[in-house]
């Protein structure tokens, strides 16, 4: 079976390894306070050029989310987001277990907008009942997109300009971002999302780490005491310089390694898009990133799944399916070629 349902399916990347084998018999302080994390944290800080940044490594996106959420709030307000954003459809309601509302607004290919931000807004300031419904507190979005979309440098100066008009918090899901870094087409810079965001991180379980996310804090509000927050959502990893490590490795020179992975995944899936519209089937939504969503055959789905593992979603009609088809950092150029002479017979 060749998987092309997920981008986190195989461990690390071999840099990774040898250096967590390198280091591995180093005594270091824990919880993320030895000299590795320090230096992974000031890397992330000279890349967003906020010096004065908090950074702060968890173990993964679920984690991530509801800690920087739970953090932000107070117990009536709650956090607008896509409809199909990933703290309202895939994380098992952990948002809401913090005793916080996912407030869902419709979204265009994963993305909402400024517009429909001030919109939510103006309806609950407007509503002579608001004190009986939860306050919208935080926005969250993601970049690239549960759909692989990415928000442009405009879009983010729009939601930053309309989060600063109304008091709200803008906070980015950064699981993908390296794919979302190295697209074709991307305007958005580490700097660009400092200025934009209170808080966003660098996703690391996605992009040849074992496992890892840098939570970015720019938003002196949200800075302080947060790591009482990570302790007490199980987020601080006793032995936390192996995040540390795989961020280094990951980030250093200019964030090499890291962009070449994603750019690498990128490139494996423009060629599944081009041979997707070569075939004449329709792919839902436009993107530039690791993720395709595209309408077949149901017969040519069955086919497809006797040899890869691919992420079916919604029936469009009783003879069509969507299905996710995702490349990875480590996925191998001659499975694209396998899936594509495959896809060729449908």
Known sequence: ???????????????????????????????GEDAYCAQAAEIIQKLCKKEDAAVHFVVGGTQANLTVIDAALRPYQGALCAVSGHINVHETGAVEATGH????????????????????MEKHLTDASAEHTVQPKLVYISSPTEFGTLYTKVELEALHETCR???????????????????SGNDVTLPVLAD????????????????????????????????????????????????????????????????????????????????IRKKGFELVCENTTNQIFTVLPVDGVRALSEQFALSPDQMMD?????????????????????????????
């Open 196 to 275: 934009c965001c209170d808080v966003f991180y660098l996703g690391g379980t996605k992009c040849g780490a074992l496992f890892g996310e840098a939570i970015v804090i720019t938003n002196p509000e949200l800075k302080q005491d947060f790591r009482y927050m990570i302790k007490q959502k199980g987020g601080m990893l006793a032995k936390g310089r192996l995040l540390g490590i795989q961020f280094l490795e990951l980030l250093k020179d200019d964030m090499k390694l890291y962009l070449d992975l994603a750019e690498h995944a990128d490139r494996l899936a423009d060629r599944i898009r081009a041979a």
């Open 165 to 183: 008009r109304y008091g709200l918090y803008l906070f980015l899901d950064g699981a993908r971002m390296s794919y979302g870094l190295a697209a």
């Open 101 to 120: 509302k996912v407030l869902a607004l419709p979204h265009r290919d994963g993305k909402i907008t400024a517009a429909q931000v001030a919109e939510a």
């Open 318 to 346: 009783e003879n069509h399916q969507m299905v996710r088809i995702c490349t990875s950092w480590a996925t191998k150029e001659e499975d694209v070629d396998c899936l594509i002479r495959e896809m060729e017979q449908i």
């Open 1 to 31: 079976m060749i998987y092309f349902n997920c981008d986190y399916n195989e461990g690390a990347h071999p840099a990774i390894l040898h250096k967590l084998l390198e280091t591995n018999m180093e005594q270091t302080i824990g919880y």
